[in-house]
């Protein structure tokens, strides 16, 4: 084991084991912290759902803090918060994620609540109706948020007709039709151990670790076949009119590679060239050249089998055509290479710094563990990817932008008043 004074947060090595029932465990040691940070990761999400059923997968996630085989709701909430510890839930398009941050000394306290909310959950019929009401109001309150609308509609139209495109809250209609059975149903056919993750990092010992999760995850549930398709062309561009709203919100984008995809790295170098923060084209260009938008950025999210790529930005309604040309532009003028050494050489600096800096805290490191070994990435050290990083060249990411940026993979969302 390491020394503490021989350790290098940048050469840190993922260990990694797999249970008798399927289930992966990943840690990393960061032997000079007093915390540990432990997620439990579920394969499932929006992106598992049926026009029918879209949302139970977020309801799914809520109710699982309602009550547990041994604890109420309450003590849930308060079983590591009276530690001064943290404990929290949240759905994605694919993953379920239960983390916990806590001393080192209380990690087995958190594998204990964490496996006993996501194995034994009660869903109580009283509490599903309570919860109803919780869901219907977080649905409205993200109608009041034009960006988060923006993008819901922006996947909507990139994956159209497609689990992926779904609403990851899912709409009111369905979330007042459902009843414990459905939930019920949704966590037996998706919290198997197969589907399972167990991430830490901190002051965790890989062995002991890896002994709690077995203790406390020893089920053997058989893992359910799931069928899945990929999505088929974005629509080119929709537009909504929201009355409601009083500036008009842009998402350009293309369709892109998924998760495992090694151009990952290239693509981080792309999106930081693109809109990475207030030197970036975007900014420069777009907020500081034209005042057109107070808020711009460039975004990358990828998926098991897919992904999306692009920018947003927010701007007066009279200003959406002409906003739409200068994205356009942009995107253009990295496709034709009209990039320069010096600005790569910035743009490299920022991408490493981001990641080192990004990464000095248990929980981002466990995020990164977790998110790996779901998906099935290999995992690497932050100098394996600082290396890869260097190597990157201006013919790289212009080769790049000439796969993604085409018209077949574009797809334009704008909502406007």
Same mark, same amino acid.
């Given at each position: 084991m390491n020394k503490v004074d021989d350790f290098s947060p940048l050469t840190t090595k993922v260990e990694r084991t797999v249970l008798e029932n399927g289930i992966r465990v990943v840690t990393e040691r960061m032997p000079y912290m007093r915390s540990a940070s432990v997620g439990v990761w579920v394969k499932t999400g929006s /992106?598992?759902?049926?026009?029918?059923?879209?949302?139970?997968?977020?309801?799914?996630?809520?109710?699982?803090?309602?009550?547990?085989?041994?604890?109420?709701?309450?003590?849930?909430?308060?079983?590591?918060?009276?530690?001064?510890?943290?404990?929290?839930?949240?759905? /994605?398009?694919?993953?379920?994620?239960?983390?916990?941050?806590?001393?080192?000394?209380?990690?087995?306290?958190?594998?204990?609540?964490?496996?006993?909310?996501?194995?034994?959950?009660?869903?109580?019929?009283?509490?599903?109706?309570h919860e109803k009401q919780v869901i219907l109001s977080e649905i409205v309150h993200s109608k009041e948020d034009p960006q988060e609308l923006a993008f819901d509609y922006f996947f909507q139209h990139a994956f159209p007709d497609h689990p992926l495109g779904y609403f990851i809250l899912g709409n009111e209609e369905n979330v007042k039709t459902f009843h414990?059975?459905?939930?019920?149903?949704?966590?037996?056919?998706?919290?198997?151990?197969?589907?399972?993750?167990?991430?830490?990092?901190?002051?965790?010992?890989?062995?002991?670790?890896?002994?709690?999760?077995?203790?406390?995850?020893?089920?053997?549930?058989?893992?359910?076949?799931?069928?899945?398709?990929?999505?088929?062309?974005?629509k080119s561009q929709v537009t909504l009119q929201l009355p409601q709203l009083h500036q008009s919100h842009i998402c350009f984008g293309y369709k892109i590679f998924g998760q495992r995809d090694e151009r990952r790295t290239v693509l981080a170098l792309l999106d930081v060239l693109l809109g990475g923060g207030m030197?970036?084209?975007?900014?420069?260009?777009?907020?500081?050249?034209? /005042?057109?938008?107070?808020?711009?950025?460039?975004?990358?999210?990828?998926?098991?089998?897919?992904?999306?790529?692009?920018?947003?930005?927010?701007?007066?309604?009279?200003?959406?055509?002409?906003?739409?040309?200068?994205?356009?532009?942009?995107?253009?003028?990295?496709?034709?290479?009209?990039?320069?050494?010096?600005?790569?050489?910035?743009a490299t600096s920022q991408v490493k710094g981001n990641l080192i800096l990004g990464l000095e805290n248990s929980s981002r490191r466990m995020r990164k563990i977790g998110e790996s070994e779901s998906y099935g990435r290999a995992h690497q050290t932050?100098?394996?990817?600082?290396?890869?990083?260097?190597?990157?060249?201006?013919?790289?990411?212009?080769?790049?932008?000439?796969?993604?940026?085409?018209?077949?993979?574009?797809s334009i969302t704008v909502i406007t008043p």
């Open positions: /992106g598992q759902e049926t026009q029918k059923n879209n949302g139970i997968a977020h309801f799914v996630e809520h109710m699982l803090f309602k009550g547990s085989k041994k604890r109420t709701a309450k003590e849930i909430a308060g079983s590591l918060e009276s530690l001064g510890g943290l404990i929290n839930g949240s759905t /994605g398009k694919e993953l379920c994620i239960y983390n916990a941050h806590v001393l080192d000394e209380n990690t087995s306290i958190a594998i204990d609540v964490l496996a006993d909310l996501v194995q034994y959950p009660q869903f109580d019929a009283k509490d599903v109706e414990r059975d459905d939930l019920f149903e949704f966590h037996q056919r998706y919290y198997t151990p197969d589907r399972l993750v167990c991430a830490a990092a901190g002051n965790v010992n890989h062995t002991e670790f890896v002994e709690l999760v077995g203790q406390h995850f020893s089920q053997h549930y058989p893992a359910q076949e799931i069928s899945s398709h990929l999505p088929g062309s974005p030197s970036s084209r975007l900014f420069q260009n777009i907020r500081e050249k034209y /005042g057109f938008a107070y808020n711009v950025f460039s975004f990358a999210d990828t998926m098991a089998d897919t992904g999306v790529f692009g920018a947003y930005m927010a701007c007066h309604p009279t200003k959406v055509k002409k906003s739409l040309q200068l994205l356009e532009n942009e995107f253009d003028s990295l496709r034709n290479g009209n990039i320069d050494e010096t600005e790569l050489a910035d932050i100098q394996n990817i600082v290396d890869k990083v260097e190597k990157i060249g201006v013919d790289d990411v212009v080769r790049l932008a000439n796969d993604l940026f085409t018209d077949e993979n574009k």
